[in-house]
C-alpha cells in the first residue's frame, strides 16, 4: 500500500537557521507524484510543490528547496534562512490513482517551529 | 483557477446530532471533488470522492455519508454524529490535469 513517512513529527530552530523536513514514501506505482503543503495555525492547507515521479531535478523557489531522490524514494524539503512566518506544520503527500480519480497519501506532518 | 468554499467554519455539536457540511467550487466544471479529515494531532485521510454528480465512492467505513447533488456541490453529512468525528474537515478539488490538489478552508468539528 502505499505509505508516507515524515519521521520528524517536531522542529524547532532559531530564526535564520537552515532546516530540512524528511519524507520517505513508498509505492507500488510507476508514476506518481509528491507534493509538500504547508499548514499555518489558520488551518488551511497550502499547496507549495507538486514533483512528478520521472523528474528527478531538485528546485528551488526563494528560500525553499527540494531535493527529490527516487533512488531512496525520498522527497526532502529544506528552508533556508528560516523565518518566524515560515512556522507551520508541513505536510509531504503521495498520490494514488483511484478509480478515475486521485487520492492523497499524507504523511503525519512535522510542526516546524521558528523561534526569533 | 479554482476557488473552494467550504461553511460553516466551526461547528460544535451534541453527540447523536445530525451534520451537515457544504463544499462549492467556482471556477471550473464537472471537477472531481474529495473529503479529508483531520483527526487531532494526526494527518489527512480521504473521506469520500465523486467523480460526477450523484457519483460517491467511500475510502474508509463511518458514520458519514457524502452527496454530491450538483456539479460543484459537496456535501458531508451525519444522521447522528460520534464524539470521534470530531475533526477538521476539508474539501479538496484538483487542476484541470488533475495533478494538484487544493484544499478549501475547512469545518472544524467539535462533538461534545
Known amino acids: 500500500a502505499q505509505k508516507v513517512t515524515q519521521a520528524q513529527t517536531e522542529i524547532s530552530v532559531v530564526e535564520k537557521e537552515d532546516v530540512t523536513l524528511d519524507c520517505v514514501y513508498e509505492t507500488r506505482d510507476t508514476t506518481y507524484y509528491l507534493f509538500w503543503y504547508k499548514q499555518p495555525p489558520s488551518g488551511e492547507l497550502v499547496f507549495l510543490i507538486r514533483?512528478?515521479?520521472?523528474?528527478?531535478q531538485n528546485e528551488i523557489s526563494g528560500r525553499y528547496s527540494w531535493n527529490f531522490q527516487k533512488s531512496t524514494s525520498s522527497f526532502n524539503f529544506t528552508i533556508t534562512a528560516s523565518q518566524v512566518v515560515d512556522s507551520a506544520v508541513y505536510f509531504c503527500?503521495?498520490?494514488?490513482?483511484?478509480?478515475?480519480?486521485?487520492?492523497?497519501?499524507f504523511g503525519q506532518g512535522t510542526r516546524l517551529t521558528i523561534n526569533p | 483557477s479554482q476557488t473552494i468554499h467550504q461553511w460553516p467554519a466551526t461547528l460544535v455539536q451534541p453527540v447523536g446530532s445530525p451534520l451537515s457540511l457544504e463544499c462549492t467550487v467556482e471556477g471550473t466544471s464537472n471537477p472531481n471533488l474529495y473529503w479529508y479529515r483531520q483527526a487531532a494531532g494526526r494527518g489527512l485521510q480521504l473521506l469520500f470522492y465523486s467523480v460526477g454528480i450523484g457519483q460517491i465512492s467511500s475510502e474508509v467505513p463511518q458514520n458519514l455519508s457524502a452527496s454530491r447533488p450538483q456539479d460543484r456541490q459537496f456535501i458531508l453529512s451525519s444522521k447522528k454524529l460520534l464524539l470521534s468525528d470530531s475533526g477538521f474537515y476539508l474539501c479538496?478539488?484538483?487542476?484541470?490535469?488533475?495533478?494538484?490538489?487544493?484544499f478549501g478552508p475547512g469545518t472544524r468539528l467539535t462533538v461534545t
Open positions: 503527500a503521495l498520490s494514488e490513482s483511484i478509480q478515475g480519480a486521485q487520492k492523497l497519501v
Open positions: 514533483r512528478n515521479s520521472f523528474d528527478e
Open positions: 479538496a478539488c484538483p487542476n484541470r490535469a488533475e495533478n494538484e490538489q487544493y
